[in-house]
């Protein structure tokens, strides 16, 4: 059973840092494209940033500039700092990859942007 496990979210104020991890059992992410997501409260889940095999990144208009994300495949994990936050980017964040036809999620961790 693969399982994809997030952390790194906590409180911070407005225009501090935090710096999710997302890992995987089974070393997965090391050879797929990993995505991050977010739920703020009673939104939809969106997509916020990935990074392919090859370390291209993608980034969402709202955190571009402001979150960076990277990967460490010797260690199967990717991460996403993120700095200068906003009340905004409150939110459950989740990682996910995809491996064939199936999609595995985290469990989310949850960021609180707040003073």
């Known amino acids: 059973q693969v399982q994809v496990v997030e952390s790194g979210g906590g409180l911070v104020q407005p225009g501090g840092s935090l710096r999710l991890s997302c890992t995987a059992s089974g070393g997965i992410l090391s050879g797929n494209t990993v995505y991050w997501y977010r739920q703020p409260p009673e939104k939809q889940r969106e997509w916020v940033s990935s990074i392919t095999t090859g370390g291209s990144t993608m980034y969402d208009y709202a955190v571009k500039g402001r979150f960076t994300i990277s990967r460490d495949d010797a260690k199967n994990t990717v991460y996403l700092q993120m700095n200068s936050l906003k009340p905004e980017d409150t939110a459950v964040y989740y990682c996910?990859?995809?491996?064939?036809?199936?999609?595995?999620w985290g469990q989310g961790t949850q960021v609180t942007v707040s003073s």
């Open positions: 996910r990859t995809v491996i064939g036809l199936r999609t595995y």
